[in-house]
């Protein structure tokens, strides 16, 4: 390995020695590469290649480079070159080839550089791009493309639906299906990173940890994986080895799109925002990124915790058509100046900054920890934003906030919020049930179905029983932490419609337990939740025979089953078997 030495003539000066080598010129490269310096980045990466001839990392980088500068004949000669001379694995350079070509509007050359990486490449890490491509080139040729093998097709399928319910959070199905996925295909590694991931969200460290070893053992450059890895280090509090990769992740600059999102965001997550932010400025040049409103407010978050606020601010402004769903780009916009004089930084989540917490709050929610909850300007203003002026799920996760902190600014909000006339009734109804758990007393002055009233009636009933409060109370205490707050809330719904519709031959009320496990039964089922009569029974301490006799009554009464039917047969059917 060639060095170069500087040394000075007065031997009693100090001598400073510049180690000169791949990696050197690789950082120069890096370093030139965030300032968007392209020919001197050029020029770096060219020494780099010069010490490391059969690195195709450095190889990719330079057609990357090509490629942004407009010279796409270059950049093809380099991935050309890749196949040939280097690394005949990496059939990516197909795909990459295929762009170049489509930017030069050479079509014909372009489907079949597509065609070469669909034919060649076993794990079809581009496959879902390669379908919006071959739409394109199907109209820029005014026929249809000849695919006459696709070599990873139904791997990518299966991997394609386990990836969605990932997405979905539906990790335990997904991890099933990746993990069948990598039996049969061990060496697909975008599985084996998609599994880590789902391994990580349910809380197995170890076994995510395995399956991005693996990856890593297979492909030590790949870069989901050492992705993945650097958030396990953040998680696990591994701060030698975090600070070790993290080094490494810098200098690392993608080519494809997909890459420049996953590096971007890691990058995000571990504090590293003004390189976080350089990444998804790239990502913009794209005009599917534009239209993206994840894309949009990731970056626009970048913007902010890199100080970079009149770019945040005009980022969220243009989010407001695509994001009225959500409301987020709405919040920021709103609250900006006071966010920006708090002099604090936001995760990279796509949610108002209260959402980000709820779950730290319920696992820690002590006095002291909420004191710290409710002494934080910022997540106080989101919440009560969210609860006015967020969407229906905004709404919700709100409500439950509020019952978590349990202080006398959510209790006088939620009382607020019951004389909003632009709020839903449901809503409003959930905040009496959320007031009444809290302990407040009635009345609750609210305005339901446009009239002012003193809390709402209960149907047709003309007083309310105490035992039947405490069937309610003995139900939402057993449910709570195991079903959410509109699950509980549904329970009193249901019995005061059991109630009404009996009345006034209401059965008689014994067994308190028998009634409040009948209730929770069917929530369970009518939420698609797996429960059995085995379980309630040893929760309630009653018999199943006593809640399956409850819940054929209320079925009698409210016609239950008859209402859903049509989605779930057999019910009645189920009941008796189980």
């Known amino acids: ?50 010490y490391e001839p059969l690195n195709p990392v450095n190889y990719c980088n330079i057609a990357g480079i090509y490629s942004e500068l407009g010279n796409y004949d270059e950049s093809n000669n380099v991935l050309t070159k890749i196949i040939t001379d280097i690394d005949s694995s990496m059939t990516e350079c197909y795909f990459y080839m295929a762009n170049n070509y489509a930017n030069m509007d050479q079509f014909e050359l372009a489907e079949k550089a597509l065609l070469q990486y669909l034919e060649e490449d076993p794990k079809g890490i581009y496959l879902e791009e390669t379908e919006e491509m071959i739409e394109f080139l199907s109209y820029e040729l005014n026929r249809p493309m000849e695919i006459k093998a696709v070599k990873a097709r139904e791997v990518f399928l299966k991997h394609d639906h386990a990836r969605k319910l990932l997405e979905e959070g539906d990790f335990v199905d997904s991890i099933q299906e990746l993990e069948a996925l990598i039996q049969d295909y ?69 080519y494809h799109q997909e890459h420049v999102y996953k590096l971007a ?130 709404k919700v996760r709100a409500i439950q906030t509020m019952k978590l902190l349990k202080d006398d600014q959510s209790k006088e909000t939620l009382r607020e919020f019951l004389l909003d006339p632009d709020q839903k009734d449901y809503y409003k109804r959930l905040a009496i049930f959320v007031l009444k758990s809290l302990g407040e007393k009635e009345p609750f002055v609210s305005n339901i179905d446009e009239t002012l009233s003193v ?33 509980q809330h549904d329970v009193q719904v249901l019995w005061v419609e059991f109630l009404s519709r009996a009345y006034p031959d209401i059965p008689r009320i014994q067994k308190l337990e028998g009634w409040a496990a009948a209730l929770e039964y069917i929530i369970a089922f009518l939420h698609s939740v797996s429960i059995s009569f085995q379980e309630l029974s040893d929760r309630y301490g009653v018999s199943q025979a006593t809640i399956r006799k409850q819940v054929k009554k209320m079925d ?14 057999d019910i009645s059917n189920k009941i008796n078997k189980e």
């Open 1 to 50: 390995m060639e060095k170069s030495q500087l040394t000075s003539t007065n031997r009693n000066e100090k001598v400073l020695r510049l180690t000169m080598d791949a990696n050197f010129f690789f950082e120069k490269a890096m370093k030139c590469l965030d300032q968007y310096r392209y020919d001197k980045a050029l020029k770096y990466l060219q020494r780099a290649v010069e």
């Open 186 to 254: 061990p060496d697909f590694l975008s599985a084996r990173n998609n599994l880590a991931l789902a391994y990580l969200y349910v809380g197995n460290v170890d076994k995510c940890m395995s399956s991005i070893q693996y990856v890593l053992h297979e492909d030590a450059g790949n870069l989901h994986g050492l992705c993945n890895l650097a958030i396990v280090y953040k998680q696990t509090h591994a701060t030698e080895e975090l600070a070790l990769l993290l080094e490494q992740l810098k200098k690392v600059y993608p």
């Open 265 to 394: 965001l890691t990058l995000g997550i571990l504090g590293e925002h003004e390189r976080a932010y350089h990444h998804f400025k790239r990502l913009m040049k794209s005009e599917e990124a534009k239209a993206d409103r994840n894309y949009l407010h990731y970056f626009a978050i970048a913007s902010f915790n890199s100080k970079r606020f009149d770019v945040a601010k005009t980022i969220w402004m243009k989010m407001l058509n695509l994001d009225h769903e959500y409301n987020v780009a709405a919040y920021f916009i709103d609250h900006f100046d006071a966010l920006v004089s708090e002099d604090r930084t936001f995760n990279y989540h796509y949610v108002l900054p209260f959402e980000e917490k709820i779950k730290e709050l319920s696992d820690h929610g002590k006095k002291k920890h909420v004191i710290k909850y409710t002494q934080d300007i910022v997540f106080m203003t989101s919440l009560q934003w969210g609860l006015f002026n967020g969407d229906d799920s905004n």
């Open 455 to 487: 809390t709402p009636e209960r149907s047709v009933l003309p007083s309310w029983n105490e035992k039947w409060q405490q069937i309610i109370d003995i139900a939402v205490e057993n449910m709570d932490g195991r079903y959410d707050i509109l699950q």
């Open 556 to 569: 009698e009464v409210c016609g239950l089953w008859e209402k859903v039917s049509a989605i779930l047969p």
